[in-house]
């Protein structure tokens, strides 16, 4: 199916998911994970009318951003290496991996500006997947006081490889009581208002338990050139 169409059947289904739980689906934005596809398929995207583009590399990042422009908002989500900040720092708009304080402190050399950043948080406790476990979150971001460049724009998981819903739900939960915690202090460099979780195979619960960025590839613009 073409990028329009993957859209619009996304973009039905986040609907009812927010009408089930009550909110807004304005609340929501898509970001199109472009890593698997070329760069003219990621401005098929473009020409669809998305407007927000995730990659997992900052050599794919700076690929699709020069293709598709700076009228875009670019997310990496992907784990980052401290060496590869300064490549593409000053490219990124949001970045959803903050997962250690030695990338905090490569950030905070190799920025121009302040950074929004999501706080990556392993909530399943799977070990393959990267991320602070959530007890140590509060901490973390206290100690991103010294990190002017640096705001929190919210929390980002990824949700447990699994059939069982429930599971999955309840990871997101958890991210989502984490969030409203850290966004009740008032804390200036983080307002924690965003909830960074659901992909292809989760996004219509994570839209049921609040989320305000979805991270989308495989069924949106498909997992390798060209086709879903
Ligand atoms: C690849 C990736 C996605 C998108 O995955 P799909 O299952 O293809 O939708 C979302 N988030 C992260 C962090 C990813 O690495």
């Known amino acids: ?56 590399r900052p050599e794919g990042l700076l690929e699709k951003k020069e293709a598709i422009g700076e009228e875009a908002v670019w997310h990496f989500i992907g784990s980052l290496q401290t060496r590869k900040v300064k490549s593409m720092i000053d490219h990124a708009d949001y970045i959803h991996s903050l997962d250690r304080l030695a990338l905090a402190e490569e950030i905070q050399k190799r920025a121009a500006r302040q950074v929004k950043c999501f706080v990556q948080v392993n909530v399943s406790g799977e070990e393959s997947k990267h991320g602070l476990k959530p007890e140590e979150v509060q901490n973390f971001i206290e100690k991103l006081k ?13 949700a447990p490889y699994t ?60 997992n390798e050139s060209g086709g879903v």
Request: net charge negative.
């Open 1 to 56: 199916m073409n990028v329009a169409d993957n859209a619009t059947v996304i973009q039905n289904n986040i609907h009812a998911a927010c009408e089930r739980a009550g909110r807004s689906s304005d609340s929501i934005t898509v970001i199109a994970v472009t890593k698997y596809v070329t760069a003219v398929r990621a401005l098929e995207a473009y020409e669809a009318g998305i407007r927000h583009f995730g990659e997992n």
């Open 163 to 222: 059939d069982n819903e429930q599971e999955i739900r309840n990871c997101f939960r958890t991210l989502k009581h984490l969030q409203e915690s850290i966004k009740g202090q008032n804390i200036g460099y983080a307002p924690c208002t965003e909830l960074s979780m659901g992909m292809s195979n989760d996004y219509v619960i994570a839209a049921e338990e609040g989320a305000t960025f979805i991270r989308i590839g495989s069924s949106l613009v498909g």
């Open 146 to 158: 010294d990190f002017p460049k640096i705001q929190v724009a919210g929390l980002m998981t990824m």
